[in-house]
């Protein structure tokens, strides 16, 4: 089998700052990992193009991506919300962040990889309609879900989000859309308030969206139950025929903003249900992209337990 890996060194140049949690170093620390596994090359380096403004729109309103655009280009030192800390060449580099899903979309689906996960950065799942918000300037899984709809003709998408805040932009955008399901475990109550069991979709989407808040001092047996009597039941039932995840690592146990406390080990655990959920439904399709994990050992073996496992060959 074939996994991918989307990276370019243009993702550090998002500058954010001295003391950001969301940091260039994040991804070097990452890469720095990868290239001393065993497993890494047999893995495709894949790099990035710029998403057209056409794919961006479907997600976000033109106003909002204007502003964006204007406030890099004016060195503005935040965009909205004092969270999301931008520079000069932010707006170019989420551009990337959003296009190179895109480009996995498109390698996915035509065969060329199995599956693939996008180290990237602006991330991406706090992003709303017109706002920037929780480190997030484009919501790099929604446009992706839209553009494999649009482009590719898939009409069932699961999105499963694992970072420890919950994908407020996600959830919103697809609310109303049964063709969406959008899955998510976090804590809660936390960052960003939203997420409740209650809200399970809305008007034709009523159904749609499962939260699995779990409280503060979770650990893996928290997180695989409700895997085992919720999660995977309904996504079974709903038959995907791609899995997208969201995949923040910032729940792990080391992670410095948030107080669940999972092992590198369970993240391997939940990708291997999801690639069995891929498998069952969707020829084996997955692609995950980087959204939270600070602690910057936790997120490097995180990630390499994550790309280990869908790399690995298949019964």
Avoid at 91 to 96: C, F, G, S, V
Avoid at 228 to 242: G, S, W, Y
Wanted: charged fraction near 20%; aromatic fraction near 8%; charge should be negative.
């Amino acid at each position: 089998m074939t996994t991918g890996l989307l990276y370019d060194s243009i993702y550090l140049e998002h500058d954010t700052g001295f003391g950001h949690p969301e940091r260039s170093d994040r991804l070097t620390a990452v890469m720095q990992f990868l290239e001393k596994q065993p497993f890494f090359e047999d893995i495709t380096r894949i790099s990035p193009r710029p998403a057209e403004s056409e794919w961006i729109q479907q997600i976000h309103a033109p106003k909002y991506i204007d502003r964006a655009a204007a406030a890099c280009r004016k060195h503005y030192a935040h965009l909205d919300v004092l969270d999301v800390a931008i520079s000069p060449k932010s707006y170019d580099i989420a551009l990337l962040a959003a296009g190179g899903a895109l480009e996995l979309g498109d390698r996915v689906m035509s065969g060329a990889l199995d599956n693939a996960f996008g180290l990237v950065r602006p991330p991406g799942h706090h992003a709303e309609h017109e706002m920037a918000l929780g480190f997030c300037l484009f919501n790099n899984i929604a446009i992706l879900a839209r553009y494999l709809q649009e482009k590719h003709g898939l009409e069932k998408i699961l999105i499963l989000d694992w970072d420890v805040h919950h994908g407020n932009g996600t959830q919103h955008t697809f609310e109303e859309d049964p063709s969406v399901f959008y899955v998510s475990l976090h804590q809660y109550p936390f960052y960003p308030g939203s997420g409740a069991a209650s809200e399970t979709g809305l008007s034709r989407g009523s159904g749609a969206t499962l939260n699995c808040p779990m409280p503060a001092g979770s650990d893996d047996a928290d997180y695989k139950q409700a895997f085992t009597d919720r999660i995977l039941p309904a996504v079974n039932a709903f038959k995907p025929e791609i899995v997208l995840i969201s995949a923040g690592f910032d729940a792990h146990a080391a992670d410095p903003l948030a107080q669940i406390n999972l092992t590198t080990g369970c993240y391997g655990w939940m990708t291997k249900r999801m690639m069995e959920i891929a498998d069952r439904h969707a020829s084996g399709r997955l692609i995950a992209m980087l959204e939270g994990g600070y602690d910057l050992n936790a997120l490097a073996q995180c990630v390499g337990t994550h790309l280990s496992m869908l790399s690995e060959s298949r019964p």
